[in-house]
T-cell receptor, first 111, second 116 residues
């Protein structure tokens, strides 16, 4: 069964520090990887997508992908209290259009 | 990013009634739409995948006669919860995939259903 694993947290990070979120996946054939942010009571919103090995930066966010090791990570620089949310890792399943979702990591940024 | 509109955002109904939830892609054509359910403090659970003009594909354990999905156009998909019961109370979220080979799903705001 195809799986995506995340540490459920909560991960507590001081304001201004770097938050590091990790995700591993089992489907070696996966080619598309996503990080979504979900605030309590709200629906997920896309933060980053990454398709190639290496780093992809967008503002304070950097996604890192290592297909050989089957992990994808998200770094948040200069963490703000507004970054406090649950971060969901999603991986496109091979053979269809579905995304396989991790259970999410709850991130808490302490002022 | 692309915009998906979902209505209603919140609905309370009596046990035994049916509830329809609409999901519209406002600025793109959604070849594929997805319906999820999320219980408190749990992750997203895919209920079904719908493609315009064809029958939805339901995930194992999801009753297709209870959760009716219609994807009549490239911009509209509906989920009808028939004969709702309290155990159907949950947060229902739709998403659309523009089909641009990037496999990105854009989510509606979600519908919180409470069945009394």
């Amino acid at each position: 069964q195809k799986e995506v694993e995340q540490n459920s947290g909560p991960l507590s990070v001081p304001e201004g520090a770097i938050a590091s979120l990790n995700c591993t996946y089992s489907d070696r054939g996966s080619q598309s990887f996503f990080w979504y942010r979900q605030y309590s009571g709200k629906s997920p919103e896309l933060i980053m997508s990454i398709y190639s090995n290496g780093d992809k930066e967008d503002g304070r966010f950097t996604a890192q992908l290592n297909k050989a090791s089957q992990y994808v990570s998200l770094l948040i620089r200069d963490s703000q209290p507004s970054d406090s949310a649950t971060y969901l890792c999603a991986v496109k399943a091979t053979g269809n259009y579905q995304l396989i979702w991790g259970a999410g990591t709850k991130l808490i940024i302490k002022p | 990013g692309a915009v998906v509109s979902q209505h209603p955002s919140w609905v309370i109904c009596k046990s035994g009634t049916s509830v329809k939830i609409e999901c519209r892609s406002l600025d793109f054509q959604a070849t594929t739409m997805f319906w999820y359910r999320q219980f408190p403090k749990q992750s997203l659970m895919l209920m079904a995948t719908s493609n315009e003009g064809s029958k939805a594909t339901y995930e194992q354990g999801v009753e297709k006669d209870k959760f009716l999905i219609n994807h009549a156009s490239l911009t509209l998909s509906t989920l009808t919860v028939t004969s709702a019961h309290p155990e159907d109370s949950s947060f229902y979220i739709c998403s659309g995939d523009p089909g641009l080979a990037k496999n990105i799903q854009y989510f509606g705001a979600g519908t919180r259903l409470s069945v009394l």
